[in-house]
């Protein structure tokens, strides 16, 4: 088998990489395991040292592995620019804040002493989704590794030569051969990864599909996993808000990265006092979107990741027009080569609607109309997901309670839901369990261990 890794710009075949033979995966998960005693033996100051240099090659080759971004997915340059950033800054932020994270906890009790000490729990496998091909990856890595495990990584097939060079940022920091690999596998061999006994624990970031199997495998060897899935998340625009500022960030969050993020404003539940005039400034603003080569630093909106994606959010579209959503604009593949889909808003979305239960990944926003205060939340909670979620009024002690009813990993009032290394990262119900970044993150993959001394 051969990984491709194709243009969606212009469906151009961009490089073929073998996958793993046999012996390849073998030997990357020897390396690994052996690479483990001695990586959690070294010094936490020394390890957050060898992190700082990851960021400064993150930095160093910052517009090469932008534009690889680029031509790999279709992200817009810009955003990509600010990925590798971001992923650099996540790891000066655990190399400057691990060691205090990771700090015994002198509890008292009726020993003479005790305590909680955090250890790492060996190697842990990461399945990474294509959108945020970099940050993806070192949210999971930066604290995995400060901890003292060593990383595996099966990365989404169709960014291949993101994933390579993954791996070489690591290398030219100077870890140690083995301490993160990049495992080049198709995704019918990541069971057999994590019930290898090397493997102690994985996390996923993806579908809600594929983390319920990577759930249940790791569930049956009773392997610790972490779980980051699909989001639909809500955008509360209430009679109070500031529209102006409601819209500008309705765009931003549900256009950023060509709409193709998990935390992305997917349902737009507006008050109906507002909801003419909100929907008449958002879609003026839509309509201003530039769509284009993402190369092109005046571009907004690239083309979709992959041709088929593109099929998939159309089909929904349709069918959701179908059920009686009114399209507002856009809503048709653009004309011409690329996986392109047109910035896209449909509203008076109800139940029975597609997009009302779906989660839509794309550039397409829907809008749901609700009576008041009480019926937006409820239409809110009205959902399988529970990612992130915003609330827009100039009462930030009201947007504060209605925060708190949202049943989400995180909630915004204001501001457009994103992650940030010192914040908590993660959701519930189907959108998954167990958390990213900050204190929360570095501890999911350690050893919590009680020590009692008489």
Known sequence: MTFKSVNPLDGTTLAEIDSFTPVALETALYEASQAAPAWSATPIAERGVLLQHAAAVLRDHAEEFARLMTLEMGKPIAEARAEIEKSARGCEYYAAEGAGFLEDEVIASDAGRSLVTYQPLGTVLAVMPWNFPFWQVFRFAAPALVAGNTGLLKHASNVPQCAQAIETVFLEAGFPQGVFRTLMIPSSQVAAVIEDVRVHAVTLTGSESAGRQVAATAGSQVKKSV??????????????????LAVEQAVVSRFLNTGQSCIAAKRFIVVAAIAAEFVARFKTAVEAISMGDPLDETNRLGPMARIDLRDELHEQVVDSLTQGA????????????????????????????RAYREELFGPVATVIRAADEAEAVHIANDTDFGLGGSVWTQDAER????????????????????????????????????????????????????????
């Open 399 to 454: 947007g504060e309670r209605i925060a708190r009813q949202l049943q989400c990993g995180c909630a915004f009032v204001n501001g457009m839901v994103k992650s940030d290394p010192r914040l908590p990262f993660g959701g519930v119900k189907n959108s998954g369990y167990g958390r990213e970044l900050s204190r929360l993150g570095i501890h999911e993959f350690v050893n919590a261990k009680t020590i009692w001394i008489r």
């Open 227 to 244: 779980l980051e899935l699909g989001g639909s998340d809500p955008f509360i625009v209430l009679e109070d808000a500031d529209l102006e």
């Open 326 to 353: 009114v399209a507002v604009t856009g809503c048709n593949p653009e004309a011409g080569s690329g996986a392109f889909y047109q910035p896209s808003i449909i509203d008076h979305v109800k139940p029975g609607v």
